[in-house]
């Protein structure tokens, strides 16, 4: 039989997404003016939007985890939007072609109950999130969170969609970031690998040549009448 050799890991380095930048492209207070919050970051004021929806304030002071690094001023107001107006789309311009990151910031602002306002997100009219719902994912109402979408661009417009599920939908805060400059294609640099799972017949291209043995072959005259039939290897 022919013996494959022990696939060996590979020594090549794993392939490494680009990531993403510290600084933001761009920064919308979504829901109010443009403001200089605590860290000297600049938000502008709401813009790029479909003018769906009205201006609301925060009820009472939102909570900002110490992980979002983000000044509460952003949370205490924001764009909401009812039913009857429709999807509430923004249409944000970028220079190229590429992936684009977009962290949006959510807080509830009133006393809402559990599934009164549900509501999906579309990054580039592809579904990013079904069903997001501000409060269970903050954990509690007057407490901020975020939702983080990749996709890519290649028509100098960032487009997000929020669509209503149940009751009036809310946002207050875009941020937008430059994830890489092209859109990701399979590495075909590095031949496939070998795990110590995998047979070598799952890669039929890499199979070795098989080599003549060296070892001499043992030989029987069949004319010698001394030779019984178990004396012949089985």
């Known amino acids: 039989p022919t013996v494959f050799p022990t696939p060996q890991p590979s020594s090549a380095?794993?392939?490494?997404?680009?990531?993403?930048?510290?600084?933001?492209l761009m920064n919308i207070n979504v829901?109010?003016?443009?403001?200089?919050?605590?860290?000297?970051?600049?938000?502008?004021?709401?813009?790029?939007?479909?003018?769906?929806?009205?201006?609301?304030?925060?009820?009472?002071?939102?909570?900002?985890?110490?992980a979002l690094d983000?000044?509460?001023?952003?949370?205490?107001?924001?764009?909401?939007?009812?039913?009857?107006?429709?999807?509430?789309?923004?249409d944000i311009p970028v220079q190229s072609?590429?992936?684009y990151r977009v962290v949006i910031h959510f807080a509830e602002v009133t006393n809402i109950g559990d599934g009164e306002r549900v509501f999906n997100i579309r990054?580039?009219?592809?579904?990013?999130?079904?069903?997001?719902?501000?409060?269970?994912?903050?954990?509690?109402?007057?407490?901020?969170?975020?939702?983080?979408?990749?996709?890519?661009?290649?028509?100098?417009t960032v487009t997000l969609s929020f669509e209503h599920v149940i009751g009036k939908l809310i946002v207050n805060g875009i941020q937008?970031?430059?994830?890489?400059?092209?859109?990701p294609t399979p590495s075909t640099s590095n031949p496939p690998t070998l795990s110590p799972s995998q047979s070598p017949t799952d890669f039929p291209s890499q199979l070795p040549t098989a080599q003549p043995t060296s070892q001499p072959h043992s030989s029987l005259p069949t004319s010698d009448p001394s030779l019984t039939p178990s004396m012949y290897p089985s």
């Not at 983000?70 to 923004?90: E, H, I, N, W």
């Open 176 to 183: 937008l970031f430059e994830f890489s400059t092209s859109q």
């Open 123 to 156: 990054m580039e009219g592809v579904m990013k999130h079904v069903g997001f719902e501000i409060k269970a994912a903050a954990g509690s109402n007057f407490r901020a969170t975020t939702l983080e979408i990749v996709e890519y661009v290649s028509d100098g």
């Open 70 to 90: 983000t000044d509460p001023s952003l949370y205490a107001s924001a764009r909401q939007s009812p039913v009857r107006k429709g999807p509430l789309v923004y």
């Open 13 to 24: 380095p794993a392939q490494v997404l680009d990531v993403p930048p510290a600084i933001p």
């Open 31 to 66: 829901g109010d003016e443009g403001f200089t919050d605590s860290t000297g970051r600049q938000w502008i004021s709401d813009t790029y939007h479909n003018n769906k929806g009205k201006w609301v304030g925060s009820i009472l002071p939102i909570t900002v985890p110490d």
């Open 97 to 99: 072609p590429g992936m």
